[in-house]
């Protein structure tokens, strides 16, 4: 029977990798039903999760004829091998993943014999991803960080042409946030020079001080408005998020009340 794909926004359940132990027709439903799905979707390959059954059970296609891996576990892995990864899933939005080219496995066939099995290249890549889901897993968690947050702007745009290098790598609120890094490294120097100074100059040096001061809390108070101005027009742009253009002004302004405090006991 044909059976409904988990797509997403659907939440992963917890409750996955559930090992097989009746080999019954309970299981041979199962297995023929991910058959079915896989013809019918024209795939390659399912895991059961993806159907929203929690067994460990792996099905895909080797050569056009059907491949069935219950319990299948991974024990060596070597080579890596780079590939643009798509999934039922996430629909068309892709990614960049960096897998191991040859796996050795071990699994249970249909009559609960133990078998191993060598993948290598593409058919290695395949079953890494469906054993990916056994454990709740998709290609997300095969990202670093930095990757993570392009692919969600993928999926949150529905567009996977997204590409950071469409975002402006200098707009006018990063020269706002830098002018005002400046004027604060200038200010604490110049700190310094109240011991080098005569006392006579330390009124001028102070009036110095406080003009950087307010100058650096009015670049803040202007960061925060343009900057979040500007990620309206340019929402594919993950730096310019409120969250970022927040912490970046947040740490402005903690670098300006160390500074305030220093000039208020040294003067």
Do not use: W
Not at 16 to 23: D, E, K, L, Q, S
Not at 164 to 178: L, M, Q, R, V
């Amino acid at each position: 029977m044909i059976k409904e794909l988990i797509k997403y926004p659907h939440s992963l359940s917890k409750e996955f990798n559930a090992p097989v132990r009746f080999f019954d027709e309970n299981l041979n439903t199962l297995i023929q039903d991910l058959k079915d799905t896989i013809d019918a979707n024209n795939l390659q390959g399912l895991s059961a999760y993806q159907i929203s059954n929690p067994y460990n059970v792996v099905v895909v296609k080797q050569d056009e004829a059907f491949l069935v891996l219950i319990n299948p576990k991974i024990y060596q892995n070597n080579g890596s091998i780079t590939t643009n990864e798509s999934t039922t899933y996430f629909g068309d939005i892709t990614a960049s993943i960096t897998r191991s080219s040859e796996i050795k496995i071990t699994y249970e066939d249909i009559n609960a014999n133990t078998k191993y099995l060598t993948a290598n290249d593409e058919f290695a890549v395949l079953i890494q991803r469906k054993i990916d889901y056994t454990f709740g897993g998709t290609i997300r968690y095969r990202l670093d960080d930095k990757k993570q947050d392009e692919f969600d702007m993928k999926l949150e745009f529905g567009n996977d042409a997204f590409d950071n290098a469409s975002c402006s790598t200098s707009t006018f609120k990063d020269k706002i946030a830098n002018l005002a890094k400046y004027i604060t490294a200038f200010s604490f120097i110049s700190l310094l020079l109240v011991f080098i100074l005569d006392d006579k100059n330390d009124l001028l040096l102070a009036d110095a001080q406080s003009y950087m001061m307010i100058t650096v809390l009015s670049l803040i108070l202007i960061y925060v408005p343009y900057g979040y101005y500007e990620g309206q027009q340019n929402k594919g742009c993950t730096s310019c998020q409120i969250g970022n253009i927040l912490g970046t002004a947040v740490i402005a302004f903690l670098k300006l009340s160390v500074l305030f405090t220093l000039n208020y006991f040294i003067f």
